[in-house]
């Protein structure tokens, strides 16, 4: 055998060889999946569980941002509540609910009552690098019947999660559809990731700031904006 030859005999030996382990490795991986040589019990559906159906590879970090706090209490409310209250209490709902979520990793830019100016709740976004930025408002007008949601985005990568996450609030709240709109908004222009900021329905609106207020109006608009992340990641 000349050299090329046995080269060629050495490289048709290794390659039998490798089909030999391959074939190996997928006896045993079906022998392990089988031990007994069982079928699976029925209903053991791989994936199936409490969560999204959403499985990746690391949790979708989302940075809840609840607007206003301290110093600053935003809108005052047809019954006197404060923006700021409104803001919190959904965005906690909605903390929670991804929390039980494996494919979620939430963060609150405000935990509690407290004043955070808005470049510093981008900063938190950016350093964080969370996936995407959930600004959360309440609307205000004079004339107390003005009323509907609104969800604003800055750049064009935050018009999709904006227009999502308003037609499920849409949905969840049935409010008048005041459109998703591009709006220069600090937090949303020095937010790096897709961001929007979602005004569910005006707190100067009293049958609004009625559901607003609710635990069954927060609870709704929580799963909305929950869901809307589902439907925005299982799209990409
Ligand atoms: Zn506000």
Redo the contacts with the bound molecule.
Sequence with gaps: MNKSGRARHMAGFILSCCLLIVIACALLAQYNRHPSGSEPLAGHNAGAGSGSGLSPDKPYKIMIDP??GGKDP??EGSDGAW?KDI?LALAQKLYDLLKQDPAFEPRLTRADDTFVELADRAAMANDWHADVLVSI??NAFEDKSVAGTETYYRYANGHPLATIIHNQLLGALDFQDRGVKEESLKVLSLSAMPAILI?PGYVTNPAEEAVMQSDDGQSRAAQAIADGLKQYFAER
């Design positions: 607007g206003h935003g809108s923006e803001n408002h309440g005004e």
